[in-house]
């Protein structure tokens, strides 16, 4: 028997297309930044999965982790 309720990783999946389809609303950079937003909220699904029981939480957490990662990399104070 299958699964009745899609898990937070496939949920997280589903935000993150739908961010990805989006961006053929704008243009340019900023195309490009909701682009990177979709694929900065697949970053963690996994570790979403565990940790989370709301998809879209799940989505935007991993999005700030990654902002952090580029603020360190890039030496920036948040």
């Known amino acids: 028997m299958g699964r009745s309720v899609p898990s937070v ?9 739908r961010w990805a389809r989006t961006a053929r609303c704008f243009a340019g ?7 990177r ?7 963690h699904t996994s570790e979403a999965f565990y ?12 999005v ?8 360190e990399a890039r030496d920036v104070d948040p």
């Open 9 to 17: 990783r496939q949920e997280v999946n589903k935000i993150a297309d």
């Open 29 to 35: 950079e900023e195309r490009e930044c909701v682009e």
């Open 37 to 43: 937003l979709a694929a900065m909220a697949k970053a």
């Open 51 to 62: 940790a989370f029981d709301d998809p879209l939480e799940a989505a935007f957490f991993s």
């Open 64 to 71: 700030l982790i990654e902002v952090l990662k580029l603020q």
